[in-house]
């Protein structure tokens, strides 16, 4: 044997039996030290998909199961209203058809808004999965409603686009008998989650590869009753995904906001101020549902810049945005939501430089001028200015420092040129925007200030 074949052989038996040495043990203190996939801070913006039986009824939000059985009286009412007497949940989900549910045209959508990644409940509080789980029998996807393994079919095609694929995944399911009796017995049985909950996710992991597992439905019961210690330490020690995948913090009772690759602490999260773990922002383009809903108004929506708002804050303090549309119970994903996605990916072709890969700067946002939010990039600052500035003149004064040095060139992205601009009594500089950047947006606009 060659000595240079014995000397890699050697150093593969030492890397070896060094990454063994490393694994994560079942507790939330060496879970903890797992560093963060860089992918995922890199790509900033994921769509979140909620997709489920709740999509058949799409009344009110997708808890309409949940809200129907304490009998929350517009619910009551819709059913008597519109379904014969002794009908059920389950006969819902016939008629989850997704007949024209193309996960091509899906992915296509979602490439075409600047999201890096997408998320699907792969299985809601319903209980519903929408892939053939063994252990969901009759209560899935493949043999009622779409006849169709759906995580199959989007996961390929959203890779295709070279987006990440991530699944939402619900711990409890308000109606499972065995959820029903572990709670009965206060948690101190685990039947539910040795017999369905761990399985269930190992066999999503092990089919489907997601890269981000979206956990959600914790709140009953403690990480102690879910082994969420026990099963995050095999996701990232032996799962297929152990290297690339992240996950959040929803993992029992007061673990949500401290445990997690990052965290999501409540929906909508957004604090607007600079973070020190990495955090993602899980929000809906319908304000009131993450469901589908046929009786949602117009205004219900988000508008564009209320969008761009929101992205705008995120980022600048760390954070990723994760925003929610609900598809129709016939795979539609309806013209609102998809014009609202192409406008988010009209802004980011232009400022797109601003947002991904970005990292938070000094300041987040502006300490004089409100509507204004800082990124950095490798040695420029961007400023996002939410607003089109009065007179064409704005006032920052966050950047004063930077601009101490006349050399400092500032650009509106999109636009050719420098601008002029002034520092006013070493406080507040003073930028002339030029009129022909106005028509770059309707919404927002960002300066790239670098220095020397
Ligand atoms: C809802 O109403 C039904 C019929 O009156 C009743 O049997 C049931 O206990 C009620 N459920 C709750 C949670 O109040
Ligand atoms: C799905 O959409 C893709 C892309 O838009 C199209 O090429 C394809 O023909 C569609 N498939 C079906 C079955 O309609
Ligand atoms: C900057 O953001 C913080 C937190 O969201 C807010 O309290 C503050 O008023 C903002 N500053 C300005 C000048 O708008
Ligand atoms: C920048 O400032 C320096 C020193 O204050 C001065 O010498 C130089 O001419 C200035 N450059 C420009 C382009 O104004």
């Not at 517009?74 to 549910?101: H, I, L, R």
């Not at 980011?348 to 430089?353: Q, R, Y």
Request: hydrophobic share 40%; aromatic share 16%.
């Amino acid at each position: 044997m060659p000595s240079n074949l014995v000397l890699l052989l050697f150093c593969v038996f030492v890397r070896l039996s060094f990454t063994e040495s490393t694994k994560y043990l079942p507790t939330w203190d060496s879970l903890d030290t797992r560093p963060l996939p860089k992918w995922y801070d890199e790509a900033k913006i994921g769509i979140f998909l909620h997709w489920g039986v709740f999509s058949v009824p799409s009344f009110g939000s997708e808890w309409f199961w949940q809200d129907w059985k304490v009998n929350s009286s517009s619910y009551v009412d819709y059913v008597e209203d519109n379904y014969p007497p002794g009908f059920t949940y389950q006969e819902f989900a016939k008629d989850f058809t997704a007949e024209f549910f193309n996960a091509s045209e899906w992915a296509e959508i979602f490439k075409e808004s600047g999201a890096k990644y997408v998320v699907l409940t792969s299985k809601h509080h319903e209980g519903f999965t929408l892939w053939p789980s063994r252990y969901s029998y009759s209560w899935n996807a493949k043999d009622i409603g779409p006849r169709r393994d759906i995580i199959d079919e989007l996961s390929i095609a959203v890779r295709k686009e070279n987006l990440e694929f991530g699944l939402y995944h619900s711990l409890y399911e308000w109606f499972n008998p065995m959820y029903l009796s572990d709670k009965r017995n206060k948690f101190h049985t685990q039947e539910f989650v040795s017999k369905k909950i761990l399985p269930e996710m190992r066999e999503l992991l092990l089919n489907y590869e997601p890269s981000i597992l979206w956990s959600d439905g914790d709140w009953e019961a403690s990480d102690t009753y879910w082994k969420s210690t026990e099963f995050l330490a095999w996701v990232y020690n032996d799962s297929p995904v152990k290297d690339h995948i992240v996950v959040n913090d929803r993992w029992g009772i007061d673990i949500p906001c401290k445990h997690g690759d990052f965290f999501t602490c409540s929906d909508r999260y957004n604090p607007g101020t600079l973070q020190k773990k990495k955090w993602e922002n899980a929000m809906t383009i319908d304000k009131v549902s993450w469901g589908f809903r046929r009786n949602a108004k117009l205004s219900d929506y988000f508008t564009t810049h209320e969008l761009l708002v929101t992205l705008a804050g995120t980022v600048s303090c760390g954070g990723n945005l994760l925003m929610n549309i609900g598809p129709t119970k016939d795979g539609i994903i309806a013209p609102i939501f998809q014009d609202r996605l192409r406008d988010l990916g009209k802004w980011l072709k232009i400022n797109g430089e601003a947002i991904y890969k970005s990292t938070p700067w000094t300041h987040q946002n502006d300490t004089l001028t409100p509507g204004v939010w800082y990124t950095a990039r490798e040695n420029a600052i961007y400023a996002i200015v939410l607003f089109w500035p009065e007179d064409n003149v704005l006032k920052l004064e966050s950047v004063a420092q930077l601009c101490a040095s006349n050399e400092t060139s500032i650009r509106v992205l999109g636009n050719e040129g420098k601008l002029k601009w002034s520092l006013i009594d070493d406080e507040y500089v003073q930028i002339k925007f030029p009129d022909k950047a106005k028509t770059l947006s309707e919404n927002a606009w960002v300066l790239k200030f670098v220095g020397t």
